[in-house]
């Protein structure tokens, strides 16, 4: 199952950024995104579409629309910078697959 | 919290198995509560999922990997492993470890160890 992501988004600082996710299984199954910063393991940033783990600030957050997820960063900051990656599940639930990833430039 | 060490990096030559252990520390790897697993990411490409394992024993594997992959646990030494078989280059990448603290299957992956670089070359 297949998750497509854009390469590459670049945002002033201040401003919001919009990261998308697009898959046939996304409507029947939970979208996960994690953020990963130079030379450090991923850090789960958003949970089941929406939720967001204790210490993930508000200003990151998820939504889904049928086939497509959007992590959405508001008043994007220098430190926000990193790759960002969604995972999502097959339609039957079985197996666990990545986006190809979007690089998050802060210009 | 729970912690996750992984060894330094490694060097394994085709076509040999590429062995890997994950320890756990701040918890028990016995827990039904929680399960694990492993991924890989070549390097500048992006997140592989390899497999997960859950205290029961049961397994999920990449399809892709399948035929040559074995993720074990191992209670006496709270770690868990995974073997790889048959490497070749394409194998390079640097792998991580992770618990999931999810209530159903599959759910996101909340703690990472900090990778393995393996290297595969003769």
């Known amino acids: 199952s297949e998750l497509t992501q854009p390469s590459a988004v670049s945002v002033s600082p201040g401003q919001t950024a919009t990261i998308t996710c697009s898959g046939d299984?996304?409507?029947?199954?939970?979208a996960y995104w994690y953020r990963q910063r130079p030379g450090q393991a991923p850090v789960l940033v958003v949970y089941k579409d929406t939720q967001r783990p204790s210490g993930i600030p508000e200003r990151l957050s998820g939504s889904n629309s049928g086939t497509t997820v959007t992590l959405t960063i508001s008043g994007v900051q220098a430190e926000d910078e990193a790759d960002y990656y969604c995972?999502?599940?097959?339609?039957?639930?079985?197996?666990?697959?990545f986006g190809g990833g979007t690089r998050l430039t802060v210009l | 919290q729970m912690q996750l060490q992984q060894p330094g990096p490694g060097l394994v030559r085709p076509p040999e198995t590429l062995s890997l252990t994950c320890t756990v520390s701040?918890?028990?790897?016995?827990?039904?509560?929680?399960?694990w697993g492993w991924f890989r990411q070549s390097p500048g490409t992006g997140l592989v999922w390899v497999g997960s394992i859950f205290s029961s024993g049961t397994t999920y594997y990449n399809p892709s990997l399948k035929n040559r992959v074995t993720i074990s646990i191992d209670t006496s030494k709270n770690h868990f492993s995974l073997k790889l078989t048959s490497v070749t280059a394409a194998d390079t990448a640097m792998y991580f470890c992770?618990?999931?603290?999810?209530?159903?299957?599959?759910?996101?992956?909340?703690?990472w160890g900090q990778g393995t670089m393996v290297t595969v070359s003769s």
């Open positions: 995972q999502s599940s097959d339609t039957t639930g079985t197996y666990v697959f």
């Open positions: 992770a618990i999931s603290y999810g209530d159903t299957w599959p759910d996101g992956f909340d703690i």
């Open positions: 701040g918890g028990s790897i016995s827990s039904s509560r929680y399960y």
């Open positions: 299984a996304l409507p029947n199954q939970y």
